[in-house]
Antibody, heavy 115, light 112 residues
């Protein structure tokens, strides 16, 4: 069974940092591109970042470029999102998603940026 | 960026009746590899999104056959042949052809 389990969310002050993790299981992690997608509760889905299967290629939404870094450890079957210089508007549930087609989603982890 | 629009934004439907959601992209979603990376997602209340349809018309594993997708280029449609109570939620189209990936605003399906 494919499982994606996010962790690392929480409350952080503006300007602070957090690192999200996504533990993958039930499939060959190193064969799949992975994304991060976020959602303000009650609002729509917003794509954040993507990384290729071997980690050699990344892409970011303009709103997070230069502040967020996506990475992966294929030996540990884990996806990461390092979030720096956090802003109030980064507050959202962050989902780990598999493939360009968005085939599997984690349950999400809530990031709250507030003073 | 490719802008995705959906109509309607809200759809009250009678149980057992069909429903249809339209998604339009601001540019063609045909990738240079020949595929069209247009997906349909369902988000039930309190749940993460779930993939229903990928590459325009391919039903994902475990998705009931009352869901179908069609379209090409910039115009796409999700159809539910006979709405059930379990189908209540928000439906999103998403393109993965060009980065940044983008989502439609969502269509809220509710039962009349």
């Amino acid at each position: 069974e494919v499982q994606l389990v996010e962790s690392g969310g929480g409350l952080v002050q503006p300007g602070g940092s957090l690192r999200l993790s996504c533990a993958a299981s039930g499939f060959t992690f190193s064969n799949h591109w992975m994304h991060w997608v976020r959602q303000v509760p009650g609002k729509g889905l917003v794509w954040v970042s993507l990384i290729t299967s071997d980690g050699s290629g990344t892409n970011y939404a303009d709103s997070v470029k230069g502040r967020f870094t996506i990475s992966r450890d294929n030996g540990r079957n884990t996806l990461y999102l390092q979030m720096n210089s956090l802003r109030v508007e980064d507050t959202a549930v962050y989902y780990c998603v598999r493939d360009l087609s968005a085939s599997y989603w984690g349950q999400g982890t809530l990031v709250t940026v507030s003073s | 960026d490719i802008v995705m629009t959906q109509t309607p934004l809200s759809s009250p439907v009678t149980l057992g009746q069909p429903a249809s959601i339209s998604c339009r992209s601001s540019q063609s979603l045909v990738h240079s590899d020949g595929n069209t990376y247009l997906s349909w997602l369902q988000q039930r209340p309190g749940q993460p999104p779930r993939l229903l349809i990928y590459e325009v018309s391919n039903r994902f594993s475990g998705v009931p056959d009352r869901f179908s997708g069609s379209g090409a280029g910039t115009d796409f449609t999700l159809k539910i042949s006979s709405v059930e109570a379990d189908d209540v939620g928000v439906y999103y189209c998403m393109q993965g052809t060009q980065f940044p990936c983008t989502f439609g605003p969502g269509t809220k399906l509710e039962i009349k």
